[in-house]
């Protein structure tokens, strides 16, 4: 099976620009979560997707913002991008529905964010 | 919300001994927690994980030991290779919600 798939790897930006990034999960896994990495704050979720619909959210602005396609493919959208949004974004599938069993998150290598 | 900790944050070992990496949880309800190999350029990769119902799981040189009373797990490598060299996160999830919270990460270099 292929594994998680995120585009483009590399972004360079300015500030006040918008970016979307592309995640494909792998085959047959509904369940779609974004993370942002940084240095300084480690791992932090974003939000989760399930269906086409939001079912998590992180504690991050409403700049940042996602959405779902029927295919379970999904984007990320950050718009006036600040400096402080330089990352590295992952992406995770996971495969059940289940919120109780073993469902761990498989990771894409991510997109590196980088804002000037 | 759940809060994880990680200790140590660096850890150097010479090849063949092991290592110890430790991570504290604060939320009880939490039930699921997975350990994560990060190498450079890459996203982080699933090495094991534990259910809450389980106190302990091994797989060849790595396990995995959960103190629920505790609210603390641990990450055992034995016979530790260069190829182990790597950042490893702790994580653990909430019941009932398919949001992870992770440690801070322990950056393991193992010298030949």
């Known amino acids: 099976k292929a594994g998680v798939t995120q585009t483009p790897r590399y972004l360079i930006k300015t500030r006040g620009q918008q970016v979307t990034l592309s995640c494909s999960p792998i085959?047959?896994?509904?369940?779609v979560s974004w993370y942002q990495q940084t240095p300084g704050q480690g791992l932090q979720f974003l939000f989760e997707y399930f269906s086409e619909t939001q079912r998590n959210k992180g504690n991050f602005p409403g700049r940042f913002s996602g959405r779902q396609f029927s295919n379970s493919r999904s984007e990320m959208n950050v718009s006036t991008l600040e400096l402080g949004d330089s990352a590295l974004y992952l992406c995770a599938s996971s495969g059940r529905d289940s919120r109780e069993g073993d469902s761990p998150l498989h990771f894409g290598n991510g997109t590196r964010l980088t804002v000037t | 919300g759940e809060n994880v900790e990680q200790h140590p944050s660096t850890l150097s070992v010479q090849e063949g001994d092991s290592a110890v990496i430790k991570c504290t949880y604060s939320?009880?309800?939490?039930?699921?927690f997975p350990w994560y190999k990060q190498e450079l350029g890459k996203g982080p990769q699933l090495i094991i994980d534990i259910r809450s119902n389980v106190g302990e799981k091994k797989d060849q040189r790595i396990a995995v030991t959960l103190n629920k009373t505790a609210k603390h797990f641990s990450l055992h490598i034995t016979e530790t290779q260069p190829e182990d060299s790597a950042v490893y996160f702790c994580?653990?999830?909430?019941?009932?919600?398919?949001?992870?919270?992770f440690g801070s990460g322990t950056k393991l270099n193992v010298k030949p």
């Open positions: 939320d009880s309800a939490s039930n699921y």
């Open positions: 994580a653990a999830r909430v019941y009932n919600f398919n949001k992870f919270y």
């Open positions: 085959s047959g896994h509904r369940s």
